[in-house]
């Protein structure tokens, strides 16, 4: 007798909880377009990448951090730092994040062909650089001068 009643009872709450909820189906719901949504976003973006990211890396002691991606094998945290439009990496893609102290925050940059958005201006101009194709000087001979 006790589990019947116990059991009406949920079943009543489950009604009045999904009437409620068929009730609150009545407005239209309110989605973005989409260049607001990349407005949305992105800000939020920055705003990590200004405050949360930089205590974040003081208190873990770290004074640069490498996020490494190729092309469609991006490291799991690479689209949690990168605007809304960017939807992969290129080619190889690095973010590097150093910290520059309280007073200047975190410096970060993109070694990459291209810019990735506002947020990370690019470092390596394959124009300027070795014909290698590399972002990064070859190894030396040892015994010889670095550039």
Known sequence: MKKIITRGLV???LLILI???ARSGDRPLQILPLREQARVVNDWLARRLEVILPEIMRREGLDMWLVICQEYNEDPVFPTL???EALSARRLSMLVFFDQGPEKGLGRFSVSRYPIGQLYRAVWNPEK???SGRPWPPRSKPGSRRR
């Open 11 to 13: 079943s009543l709450l």
């Open 19 to 21: 009437s409620g909820v």
């Open 82 to 84: 990168v605007p809304f």
């Open 129 to 131: 650089e070795p014909a």
